[in-house]
């Protein structure tokens, strides 16, 4: 700041008062885009007003009680001027500062969603905003799709917990779209070059599984086409989706997979052990194709399989997958032979307690109890029960 301005403060202050002075200080700080200095000199006009110590800085609890409400409102006056005025000139970060305070988040979402970045422009600060502090997740995962590519976005998913579920599945979305298209681009483009011509619309479903009908030259000598550690990590993801454009997308990836070599298939897990076949068997069911045939595909395995070698997994994904296409008494039958006896480990599922008072089954709670020789949920499914006959 211009240091006449402190001369000029001095004799405004001389000449006509504190509140001119005090009016000149606002109005060179507004000049200088003092930002951090104004919404003190705000702060410092309100002490002013209310007759109290005029140290901006002071704490507030030390006011008189009288002055608390009306102090808490310039300090929100000031912050939405300041952080307006940081929006306006892009600052979008440096905003958050004023607008978090006074707990007004919808100034700075608002800002972050309608935000277009420059092309080389740092934008960490965005996402950290965006994603991290949960101002607008979506926008945050955009961000580091288009901006660093489908391995960060990837590992960032994986390890976001935060996320709730609509704003998991939009990332899963985003991921199988970009995935999709990049795949159909680099199928196109080995066509070419063999001079094979094909009209392609890599964001129209049902667009890869023409591309690679017929070709299985396409997948000689052990080729593939995208990063095939992101086609196995995206296509487990997509299990978390219900039926959406974006599911058949991903139907998709698994028929590719499918035709790849060995090498790359690596070894999945019950019930998943053959790879993206068995992947492809549980979106097809969740799309409503082959619905009962699927759920007695995974149902064998259960059956079939050694208890030792097999674990609880299996089972979650049958409860989970039964929940989805609404079939909860078939999920509590399954998780009543096969889970009920986890000892409390944490499942992917919702175990079988959780599974009765979500489908008001308290019968089954009740019976499961006793045969474990739990007195208390026994009594409490029955007690349950009687409610329910009650209402």
């Not at 917990?161 to 998991?168: A, F, K, T, Y």
């Not at 066509?191 to 890599?202: G, K, L, Q, Y």
């Not at 549980?282 to 007695?296: C, M, S, T």
Request: aromatic share 8%; hydrophobic share 35%; charged share 25%.
């Amino acid at each position: 700041m211009n240091s006449n301005v402190f001369e000029q403060i001095q004799a405004t202050l001389d000449a006509q008062g504190p509140s001119s002075a005090i009016e000149l200080l606002c109005q060179s700080l507004r000049g200088s885009n003092d930002h951090h200095l104004l919404f003190y000199a705000l702060l410092l006009k309100k002490r002013h007003e209310l007759g109290v110590l005029p140290i901006p800085t002071a704490p507030a609890s030390s006011l008189p009680i009288s002055s608390h409400a009306s102090y808490e409102e310039g300090i929100r006056a000031a912050a939405r001027e300041v952080g307006g005025t940081l929006l306006k000139e892009g600052q979008i970060a440096a905003a958050w500062t004023y607008f978090r305070m006074i707990e007004e988040p919808e100034p700075v979402r608002a800002a972050l969603a309608a935000y277009q970045p420059d092309e080389g422009e740092d934008i960490q600060s965005l996402i950290q905003l965006a994603l991290y502090e949960g101002l607008d997740p979506k926008k945050g995962f955009d961000l580091i799709l288009k901006n660093y590519g489908t391995c960060s976005a990837i590992t960032t998913l994986s390890g976001a917990e935060s996320l709730n579920d609509d704003q998991r599945q939009y990332c899963i979305k985003a991921l199988i779209c970009t995935l999709y298209r990049d795949l159909c681009t680099n199928i196109a483009s080995a066509m070419a070059e063999r001079s094979e011509t094909s009209e392609i619309n890599p964001e129209t479903t049902g667009t890869l599984a023409r591309l690679i009908e017929g070709r299985d030259w396409l997948f000689a000598d052990d080729t593939y086409h995208i990063d095939t550690s992101h086609l196995s990590s995206i296509v487990q993801m997509s299990m978390h989706l219900t039926h959406c454009p974006e599911l058949d997308l991903a139907r998709e990836l698994c028929l590719y997979g499918s035709k790849l070599s060995s090498r790359f298939l690596g070894q999945d897990d019950l019930p998943f052990e053959k790879g993206y076949s068995d992947y492809k068997t549980y979106l097809d069911i969740v799309a409503g194709h082959n619905v009962d045939e699927g759920i007695a595909y995974f149902r064998n395995k259960l059956d079939t399989t050694d208890p030792e070698e097999m674990g609880t997994y299996p089972a979650e994904v049958l409860v989970n997958l039964l929940l989805k296409l609404g079939r909860g008494k078939d999920a509590i039958e399954v998780s009543r032979k096969y889970l009920a006896r986890t000892d409390g480990r944490p499942l992917s599922c919702p175990n079988l307690n959780e599974l009765c008072q979500r489908l008001g089954d308290y019968s089954s709670m009740a019976e499961t109890a006793k045969d474990q020789g739990d007195p208390v949920h026994f009594l409490a499914g029955l007690l349950a029960m009687r409610d329910n006959q009650g209402r």
